[in-house]
């Protein structure tokens, strides 16, 4: 009995020692404020790109957080996660990075004030008292710099956050936006229209305009970046002089050409009218003539005929390339882990050396991958088979820095339009250093092709590397993330079948053999 009794006490002692030693420690964190991020990739801790944003404000910068009190979920959480986030930009803003929350409801002059900086209340569903209402609640941002204002209207989630909030930053400190031009003519996509998504968003952060070569027009001095985005045309002598001359005033492009055009619908697919290899050649890359195919590709749904029915099966199109290989040092694509490309051309890599340029690969085909050259068959099959596919891994996107020789050096300016006056100019002969890119692919970046998020992210990466925005690329890039079941053999395959399918049953028999085995033993033992 007294034995119990000192153990009883030494439990006691264990236990209010570990209290006291919680609450001792609970003291101290409340004083030393610290966290630890242990999420892949730091999502929930600021970028290097925004924590040199807001060290380096030169004027103070004020967020107005116009955000409802008792929020319903999901949205109360935003609401906790918003304040953390500003939170660190405040640790890093070095006194000059200050926020405030504020309640329109309260009063009604913070409504007018909300309104005043386009932040509109919206409806969401609450469920209260056990019953589903509508509330009227405010969610949006406010950032006041200098006698400049910015807003995001509504924040109804977290995703992609950091970037939002950083971009705003950046423009409303940046003295002067740069400018992005879209190349218009020889069957581009209208960039209103069919780039309407990628146009847009490029906005918020750029000056965007459209460039149209004909009547012997030159790139505006203003853009900074041009976009050639799936062209069906041959590039006539003066497209390619005007684009040269833009190179060669330390202009960056990039090239997103299809060399062979293909069309699903009419299953048919015919060499494009292209001349360009030797003009490329000059800027250190060439895009094939012909087709990849990757047998890790998308999907596609295929009419088939079952007696008086039609129907709709979807099997694996290869000539959808879904491209998880990526050059893990260059910041477009580092983060990247998941891209769809159509119709994809590879790109020859050995004409950079030559010109003194330094190319790097951004993605690549699978190892089972192979490519159509000459004759084109793009109708989808029931089946394909993998053993079929292995020419790869191909190039299907580049990158290339350097100085830049001219295609027209020691040549005439061409005539361009005869109908057009006639204009003086003197041939640049060399680039400053600048920046190309070049991917097998004009389709990707078309909206009718753009479901999958990272076209877009890759897109917009590309953008910034051109424009030397790399900061904004290690923001964006963090949230966007699809991955992809990696591919398996068949023998695999069947061995984990067959093992779901037998293991369990075989455990149970072991099981009840050993238990069976242990009760007789016991028996005998007793007798």
């Not at 924590?51 to 910068?61: A, G, Q, S, T």
């Not at 000059?96 to 309260?106: L, T």
């Amino acid at each position: 009995m007294k034995r119990r009794s000192q153990q009883g006490a030494q439990a006691l002692t264990y236990l209010l020692l570990l209290l006291g030693i919680f609450l001792v420690v609970n003291l101290i964190s409340n004083q030393i404020f610290g966290r630890i991020d242990l999420t892949e990739g730091k999502i929930y801790s600021l970028s290097k790109g925004s924590k040199e944003l807001v060290r380096n404000l030169d004027d103070p910068l004020t967020v107005k957080a116009f955000f409802s009190e008792n929020l319903p979920p999901p949205y109360n959480s935003n609401a906790r996660y918003l304040r953390d986030q500003l939170d660190d930009y405040k640790a890093y803003g070095k006194g000059k990075f200050k926020y405030e929350f504020i309640d329109p409801a309260s009063q009604e002059n913070l409504e007018q004030e909300a309104q005043d900086f386009q932040i509109p209340p919206v409806q969401v569903n609450a469920v209260e008292k056990d019953r589903l209402e509508v509330k009227k609640v405010y969610m949006g941002l406010a950032f006041l710099y200098q006698d400049k204002h910015e807003s995001i209207p509504v924040m109804q989630s977290t995703a992609g956050l950091e970037y939002e909030i950083s971009s705003t930053i950046k423009h409303l400190t940046s003295q002067q936006r740069q400018t992005v031009g879209i190349f218009q003519g020889l069957g581009a996509p209208d960039a209103m229209q069919a780039m309407n998504n990628l146009r847009s968003i490029l906005e918020k952060n750029y000056t965007v305009t459209n460039v149209d070569l004909a009547r012997n027009q030159m790139v505006p001095d203003e853009v900074d970046a041009l976009l050639v985005i799936g062209v069906t045309e041959d590039f006539d002598d003066w497209s390619r002089f005007a684009i040269d001359q833009f190179i060669m005033r330390g202009g960056n492009v990039a090239f997103l050409v299809n060399k062979v055009l293909a069309d699903l619908q009419t299953q048919m697919a015919r060499k494009g009218p292209f001349t360009i290899d030797e003009w490329t050649k000059q800027y250190g890359f060439k895009i094939n003539d012909d087709l990849a195919l990757d047998f890790k590709c998308g999907m596609i749904n295929m009419q088939q005929r079952m007696g008086f029915f039609t129907i709709s099966n979807a099997v694996q199109y290869p000539f959808f390339t879904q491209v998880t290989e990526f050059n893990s040092y260059n910041p477009m694509v580092m983060d990247l882990e998941n891209l769809m490309l159509f119709f994809p051309s590879t790109i020859d890599t050995t004409y950079a050396a030559e010109k003194n340029l330094s190319l790097t690969p951004l993605f690549f085909s699978t190892d089972h991958s192979k490519t159509q050259v000459n004759r084109f068959d793009i109708k989808p099959l029931e089946k394909i088979n993998q053993e079929e596919f292995t020419g790869g891994p191909y190039v299907l996107a580049a990158a290339l820095e350097g100085e830049f020789t001219s295609f027209f050096q020691g040549k005439a300016v061409p005539a361009g339009d005869s109908q057009a006056p006639p204009r003086n100019i003197e041939i640049i002969p060399n680039s400053p250093l600048s920046r190309l890119v070049v991917v097998g692919d004009g389709h990707l970046a078309q909206d009718m092709y753009m479901g999958d998020p990272s076209n877009l992210a890759f897109l917009l990466n590309m953008v910034d590397w051109l424009a030397g925005e790399e900061d904004l690329i290690e923001i964006r890039t963090r949230d966007v993330t699809n991955r992809p079941i990696a591919e398996v053999s068949a023998g695999v395959k069947n061995t984990v079948k067959y093992a779901n399918m037998f293991a369990p049953p075989l455990i149970l028999i072991v099981i009840g053999l050993v238990r069976w085995q242990i009760r007789r033993r016991r028996k005998n033992t007793e007798f």
